[in-house]
Nanobody
Framework: QVQLVESGGGLVQAGGSLRLSCAAS????????MGWYRQAPGKQRELVAA???????NYADSLKGRFTISRDNAKNTVYLQMNSLKPEDTAVYYC????????????????WGKGTLVTVSS
């Protein structure tokens, strides 16, 4: 069993900051890419940012410079620092991780958290 649990969402005024955390637990041998996605009301889920196990990052073009993804491999945790938040950043933010379940398994299985709501008021 693998669980991803997000935390850190909430209500913030435009221009403010939030830091999201996502901790993975359970039967984990290692974790490949970890990422954050978001889904606003009436819209499709979209990639926010992703980070590989060696620290390479990838961001949605529209979010570069405001959001920063990081991870602590020892804690199986990924973070998303969100600055200069805008009302259009309002969404449910989901954590995703590619979990390798054992030695000799060359691929990771994608797992999702249940999401944490971020609301940015104008």
């Amino acid at each position: 069993q693998v669980q991803l649990v997000e935390s850190g969402g909430g209500l913030v005024q435009a221009g403010g900051s939030l830091r999201l955390s996502c901790a993975a637990s359970g039967n984990i041998f290692s974790i490949n890419t970890m990422g954050w996605y978001r889904q606003a009301p009436g819209k499709q889920r979209e990639l926010v940012a992703a980070i590989t196990s060696d620290g390479s990052t990838n961001y949605a073009d529209s979010l570069k410079g405001r959001f920063t993804i990081s991870r602590d491999n020892a804690k199986n945790t990924v973070y998303l620092q969100m600055n200069s938040l805008k009302p259009e950043d309002t969404a449910v933010y989901y954590c995703n991780a590619e979990i390798v379940l054992g030695p000799g398994i060359p691929y990771g299985i994608p797992y999702w958290g249940k999401g944490t709501l971020v609301t940015v008021s104008s």
